[in-house]
């Protein structure tokens, strides 16, 4: 349904999503055009399903529109980063790979609405962040990476994520962007913004916590934008 409502977006149609809507939080709801109802019938392929409706819905709706995204990766490539990318093209949402130069630009609001780092560490203040190709403010790309004439298409994702770049992530989330934050990620930005976040596996040894790859179940609140369209429980794959 995501996928769909990519292409509605990116055609022009209006899509409505309501949070109680009649098919569950998160229906979505798509006013008859010509162009709409090709599109919808071309999705049907995708195995999603379309109720017609005689009127517009009473219930509340929240148009939606297309968001400029933004995604954070390396010189070399960060494997995190890869996946995420897979996920958004895989549900046709638009979007921009970015280096630490592109942040460094600055003006990011202009640019974009959301901006995602996934498993690429941001540097704790005054220290070295973690994760792939993030080495001590100041270094070039990759740890140790020596840089070398390349064209200039690959020259411009060298560069490391320092304490100025922070600022401009900073500078984008007060004038409203958003700033999602993923795996190792997670903690060097807490920091950063001063979060109240902690690892509740920090320090607990392997006799007390050990769940190699598995798969477990967990509970969600379909109410929750995060979760439309879920059911109450579902399988996750976990790796410690």
Known sequence: SFTVVNRLLKAGQAVFSMPEGPGGPGTFYVPAAAASTEILRAATSLGVSFAP????????????????????????????????????????????V????????GNLRDRFDVLIFNGNGIPAPGG???GAGVGAPGATGRAGFVPRPIPPEYARRQGSFTAATMEMVKAF?????TVIYIGSAVQGAARQFDLPVTDQLAGVPADKYFVPGSVLRVSVDPKNPLAYGLPHQVDVFFDN
Not at 85 to 91: A, G, I, N, Y
Not at 98 to 105: E, I, Q, S, T
């Open 98 to 105: 970015v280096f630490p130069a592109d942040l460094d630009a």
């Open 128 to 130: 070295r962040g973690g």
């Open 53 to 96: 409706a005689g009127t517009a819905p009473s219930a509340r709706m929240v148009a939606l529109r297309s968001m400029r995204i933004g995604l954070f990766d390396v010189y070399g490539g960060s494997i995190p980063s890869g996946w995420t990318r897979l996920v958004l093209e895989s549900f046709e949402f638009p979007y921009q």
């Open 173 to 177: 989330a007060r004038q409203g962007g």
